[in-house]
């Protein structure tokens, strides 16, 4: 009986035992617990090709509820960050204690923030005169990740070399990861120098000869070289440019009249125009050392053969004055584009128009022979009777006739 009772009292402890240490070990699970705690934030971002400071993790043995630290315990971690190499990395440091165990993470952003460098070639700002060619020299870009960018530059803006005024050409480069660079050039087109008119005064003849060098232009230079009179010459891309350059050198102006003198082709446009006007003006600077700015419209000013081309005289008259080009017309015709056919009758013409003016622009042509032979013969009778015969340039009378298309 007693022995009966002492085994039920054993049972009972026993169980009673048992429901307690799952009771404590169910307390400790509750209250105990494994903390990592990151030092530095557990987001954090590293440029590329940069180091990477780990600044690291504790961890101790204290609970979730009471602000208790029973022990430190040692942090192992795992993971790598590669910061030559963009991506998201992440680091797990974790601890334990017993079968108590826990781990934190940490991201961390290998990211490019840094922008091409984007260098202009040629200078930021540049001046060119209208009409002339402007090509843009460009930029070049490197960047710290992505190389040499430079064929991916994009360019912004416009330049009417044929309009005065300021450009501005915007630059800009994106590498890979979006980071952008932009650059900028400033373009200014400006007129070519302009002098003040002058009157050079009273019995002064400007004798001038269109659409040469041709065959006659050298016995035509010979004559006036003999006479000392310079004269003035608009040339075309015809004949041979070397008498260009000679006129040139024996004091006579050389003016433009276009390379091709062909209407069609010259008055079919502002930009058609300007090229053949620097085509022929290349020929000049190649013959003289440089370009000029004095010009004669083929047909004048006034002509109609333009008139397929409703408003380009308007045009032309009106935007290459800006861009500074003197075009001159003439106020005395020796006819012999048209009915006049000999020497006699251009002499005719010539001496009769001039007495007409103070000042006088002659239109003769050196493509013509009969024409050219006359000259001698005009200069004697000019001189004799107390003409002044001068080169045509920037400040002499343009003779302008009334633009009629
Ligand atoms: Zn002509």
Known sequence: MRVMKRRRVLVISL???AFAMVALAAVLMHVL???VVLSGDSDLK????QPYHEPGAKAFLGSSSLPL???DLEVRSSGKVD????GEYRLKYSANWLFFESSSTRRVLVVDTTAPELTLKGNAEVTINAGSDFTDPGCSAVDNLDGDLSQKIKTNGQIDTLTVGDYVLNYEVKDGSGNTATAKRTVKVVPVKQVSQVNPGHKVVYLTFDDGPSRYTGALLDALAARNVHVTFFVTGSGDPALIGRAAREGHTVGIHTFSHDYKKIYASKAAYLDDLNAINSVIAAQTGSPTHIMRFPGGSSNTVSSFNPGIMTTLTRDLTNMGYYYFDWNVESGDAGRVKTSDAV?????????????????QHDSHGFSTEAVGRIVDWGIS???TFLPLD???PQAHQRVAN
């Open 69 to 71: 630290r029973l022990a």
């Open 83 to 86: 910061t030559n190499k963009l």
């Open 33 to 35: 617990r494994v903390q």
């Open 15 to 17: 169980i009673v035992l």
């Open 385 to 387: 009777h107390g003409y």
């Open 46 to 49: 590293v440029n590329v090709g």
């Open 394 to 396: 920037e400040t002499s």
């Open 347 to 363: 002499f005719n013409n010539v001496i009769a128009g001039i007495q007409r003016h103070d000042v006088s622009v002659v239109l």
